[in-house]
């Protein structure tokens, strides 16, 4: 049987697929001292990686948080220069905890977007 009518098109804010209206990119920690501890991948393969995903997001306008810790502290250095050149106009929220979820504005940011 032929078809004749149009798909019906989803709500792409409450489409179960992932759709830039309903999901996120967050970055966090890709910060100098963070990646030290990585063993498993160089540190220009995490950001050769990560700037893929940072392409693809905007390629496709998702939103991008990154977030960093204890940088206003001065205990570590931000977001890799290299990842953030890739985001202009993205900020980095800066936390005092290790845990993002528990920060107010990260969690603000996220629930935001």
Excluded at 30 to 48: F, K
């Amino acid at each position: 049987m032929p078809k004749i009518a149009p798909e019906p098109i989803r709500d792409p804010s409450a489409d179960h697929l992932l759709t830039p209206e309903n999901c996120v990119l967050v970055l966090i920690d890709y910060q100098p001292e963070q990646y030290r501890t990585v063993t498993s991948s160089s540190r220009e393969e995490i950001d050769l990686n990560v700037i893929a995903l940072c392409k693809l997001a905007k390629a496709y306008d998702v939103p991008v948080i990154v977030s960093t810790v204890a940088v206003d502290m001065g205990v570590n250095e931000g977001t890799a220069k290299a990842i953030m050149d890739e985001l202009p106009g993205v900020t980095e929220i800066d936390r005092t905890g290790v845990n993002a979820w528990e920060d107010e504005e990260f969690r603000k940011a996220i629930l935001a977007s």
